[in-house]
C-alpha cells in the first residue's frame, strides 16, 4: 500500500509502464541533447541562429527535461506516483505547446520553428494523457 492507500503490490499496467518508460527515456534523450548539443538541438528544433540568450534558456529546458526523465524512471514501479510524473510532463509540455502557439498567434518571427514545435509538444502531452489514464486503472 502506498501512503495515500492505492494497493501498488500489483504494480504498473505493463504497457501503461512501458509508455512512461518510454517517454522518460525520451525526455532525457532530449534533455541531454539540449543541454550538451545545444546549437544541433536549437537547428533540428527550427531555430536556425541561436544568440546567447536562446542557448542558455535551451539548456534551462534540456536541465528540466533531464529532472523529469530521471524522476520517471525513480517512480516506474509505483502506479501512483508514475501518474504523477506522467501528468506533471504532460502539464510542462501543455505549456511548451501554448507557448508557441502563443508565438504563432502574436507574430513573434519564429513561425516555421513555432509551427515545427507545435505538434510536437501536442503530441506528447496526448501521449501523456494516455499513459496517465491507463495508469488511473
Do not use: K, Q
Request: hydrophobic fraction near 55%; aromatic fraction near 2%; avoid cysteine.
Amino acid at each position: 500500500m502506498s501512503a495515500i492507500g492505492t494497493d501498488t503490490s500489483a504494480g504498473p499496467d505493463r504497457l501503461a509502464r512501458l509508455g512512461a518508460t518510454a517517454i522518460a527515456a525520451g525526455r532525457i534523450a532530449i534533455g541531454i541533447g539540449a543541454a550538451g548539443l545545444t546549437r544541433p538541438a536549437l537547428r533540428a528544433l527550427g531555430f536556425p541562429e541561436a544568440d546567447g540568450a536562446t542557448v542558455a534558456l535551451a539548456r534551462l529546458a534540456g536541465g528540466r527535461d533531464i529532472a523529469l526523465g530521471l524522476h520517471g524512471l525513480s517512480v516506474r514501479n509505483d502506479p501512483a506516483e508514475l501518474r504523477r510524473s506522467i501528468l506533471l510532463g504532460a502539464a510542462v509540455d501543455a505549456g511548451d505547446a501554448a507557448t508557441f502557439t502563443a508565438a504563432l498567434i502574436r507574430g513573434d518571427g519564429i513561425d516555421r520553428t513555432a509551427a515545427m514545435n507545435v505538434p510536437i509538444a501536442g503530441a506528447a502531452v496526448l501521449a501523456g494523457a494516455w499513459v496517465a489514464a491507463r495508469l488511473r486503472r
